[in-house]
Nanobody, 122 residues
Framework: VQLVESGGGLVQAGKSLTLSCEIS????????LHWVRQPPGKGLEWVASLSSGGTFDYYRDSVEGRFTFSRDDAKRTASLRMTKLKSEDTARYYC????????????????RGQGTQVTVSA
């Protein structure tokens, strides 16, 4: 199983950035996909989840309305469109997969990639 994130970088506050995740080795019909992040010096924070086929989406309150999670199971990819970025969004972002919907911070998601760094400058 592999989840490979890309698209991170340094961006000014108020700007947008799109993260991508390529997934292999999983039957995506059986898995929720998640984005989680780890801010500097803190634990893992759940960011967003999307059910198989993209039917149901869930967002952390602080990103609701600014972030959009999408997935294309046929292409085995997922993306997180982040707009109106804030300095508090600075973190390493991870794509994760789990058969269950896990929205608690510091959950143990079944599979997780290596992450991509997002730094938002004031």
């Amino acid at each position: 199983v592999q989840l490979v994130e890309s698209g991170g970088g340094l961006v000014q506050a108020g700007k947008s950035l799109t993260l991508s995740c390529e997934i292999s080795g999983l039957n995506l019909n059986l898995y929720y996909l998640h984005w989680v992040r780890q801010p500097p010096g803190k634990g893992l924070e759940w960011v967003a989840s999307l059910s198989s086929g993209g039917t149901f989406d869930y967002y952390r309150d602080s990103v609701e309305g600014r972030f959009t999670f999408s997935r294309d199971d046929a292409k085995r990819t997922a993306s997180l469109r982040m707009t109106k970025l804030k300095s508090e969004d600075t973190a390493r972002y991870y794509c994760a997969a789990d058969r269950d919907l896990r929205t608690d911070d510091n959950s143990r998601w079944q599979y997780r990639g290596q992450g991509t760094q997002v730094t938002v400058s004031a």
